[in-house]
Nanobody
Framework: QVRLVESGGGLVQTGGSLRLSCAAS????????MGWYRQAPGKQRDLVASITGTGGGLTNYADSVKGRFTISRDKAKNTVYLQMNRLKLEDTAVYYC???????????WGQGTQVIVSS
């Protein structure tokens, strides 16, 4: 059974930092492309950042978070992280962990963790 369990969300003031974690089980973590998506109320779910399992961990970021967010993965812990710095009001959303098997495109989602940035 595949499980992606996010943690680390919460309330933070503008300019602050949070680190999200996603613990994965039931997948070959070293193979899957891991990503973070977010969905604000009334908006679609958008990619925030992703990191490949192979190829040295290639990363990809949404333009809106480049230079502020960093995605990383710890293969020993089967965990992917999203370090979020200099948070803005518009970063408020539910953040979802995502895993994609590049061999089949099977996709898995976590339950989401809420991030609220206040002024």
């Amino acid at each position: 059974q595949v499980r992606l369990v996010e943690s680390g969300g919460g309330l933070v003031q503008t300019g602050g930092s949070l680190r999200l974690s996603c613990a994965a089980s039931g997948i070959i973590f070293s193979v899957h492309v891991m990503g973070w998506y977010r969905q604000a109320p009334g908006k679609q779910r958008d990619l925030v950042a992703s990191i490949t399992g192979t190829g040295g961990g290639l990363t990809n970021y949404a333009d809106s978070v480049k230079g502020r967010f960093t995605i990383s993965r710890d293969k020993a812990k089967n965990t992917v992280y999203l370090q979020m710095n200099r948070l803005k009001l518009e970063d408020t959303a539910v953040y979802y962990c995502n895993a994609v098997d590049p061999r089949s495109d099977w996709t898995y989602w976590g339950q989401g963790t809420q991030v609220i940035v206040s002024s």
